[in-house]
């Protein structure tokens, strides 16, 4: 091994850094003698924090700046959520590894300790997820959905303020954080589809570096990894980013694929569902989306884009 230093470009959540660090032990594991660097970044998804992120440009906001910081040689590699990465990745990048696939539900957060049956009606739930708020309106139209930013901490920081009755959050992300004893309920993946790669983290590099793809190949989970490229090659397919209202989810059975996505409206009155099983990630991804299309996910996609191009974002 010639290289002795690695750099990871990382954000200064608590998340972000939990994700680095986490990263950072399992490279250690395998190559002790290796030097391991964190770079914090704020990046410009942290600082728009007044808008939904689909106004703003979406997730991809979150990883630019440390995408930036490999391309300059001042980091190596990124360390993200799998569920935060765009489906198309810009050339110059690669993810050699995906993989560490925790808890892939959603889960309800509610100081009072209710489930979602048993939230008021009317109850305040806050999450920026338009998948989440589409799909929770599918089961409680009763609700009201309120967008909510900021890192894991602000939002239950807004939530125990009585700024909402409940929140959603990612069940993973509450469990790395030592909280899941704030999760009331895990929501069922039938009642609340995952988003594409949801649980799962990624190594970003850059695709020429053929020397540090190498090293990092041994991180890679072949089964996660395969189940991640069929929910993001749905998303991809249908050209969906983080303003759709759609989940896709893969599970590995032997050698197979068994996929499932499903596209909502925004007020969660009408769902497209489909499924494929089969050998090939990519092509189960584009199987399922096919199938959504043709029952009508040109046209829904069409309204969604049609309904936030005609939403100025004012409350």
Not at 266 to 285: F, V
Request: with cysteine; glycine share 10%; net charge negative.
């Amino acid at each position: 091994m010639a290289r002795r230093r690695i750099v990871i470009a990382t954000r200064e959540s608590t998340l972000a850094l939990w994700q680095a660090n986490f990263i950072r032990e399992r490279l250690l594991d395998v190559y002790p003698d290796l030097s391991i660097e964190l770079l914090g970044m704020t990046t410009e998804g942290d600082r728009w924090q007044s808008s939904p992120l689909s106004e703003v440009g979406g997730k991809g906001l979150f990883i630019k700046e440390l995408e930036e910081a490999i391309l300059k040689g001042t980091a190596d590699i990124a360390v993200h959520s799998m569920k935060d990465v765009p489906a198309q990745l810009p050339a110059p990048f690669a993810l050699p590894v995906i993989g560490y696939r925790a808890d892939v539900r959603d889960a309800l957060v509610c100081p009072q300790g209710h489930g979602l049956m048993a939230l008021p009606a009317g109850a305040r739930v806050g999450s920026s997820s338009l998948r989440r708020q589409a799909m929770l309106l599918a089961q409680r139209g009763d609700l009201k959905m309120l967008p909510v930013r900021g890192n894991v901490g602000t939002r239950l920081g807004k939530l125990d303020a009585g700024e909402y009755d409940a929140l959603i959050l990612a069940a993973a992300g509450l469990e790395r954080l030592g909280l899941a004893g704030r999760i009331c309920e895990h929501l069922a993946i039938d009642v609340c589809l995952p988003a594409a790669g949801q649980g799962a983290l990624g190594i970003e590099c850059a695709a020429a570096d053929e020397e540090l793809l190498t090293m990092l190949e041994v991180l890679n989970d072949p089964a996660v990894s395969d189940c991640v490229r069929a929910e993001r090659m749905v998303s991809a397919t249908l050209g969906a980013d983080c303003s759709t209202p759609l989940g896709a989810y893969a599970r590995k059975q032997a050698d197979r694929i068994e996929l499932t996505a499903v596209l909502c409206t925004a007020d969660g009155s009408r769902m497209l569902r489909a499924a494929a099983t089969g050998t090939d990630p990519l092509a189960t991804g584009r199987e399922v989306a096919s199938s959504l299309l043709n029952d009508g996910a040109a046209e829904l996609l069409a309204a969604l884009a049609s309904s936030a191009a005609g939403d100025d974002g004012r409350e």
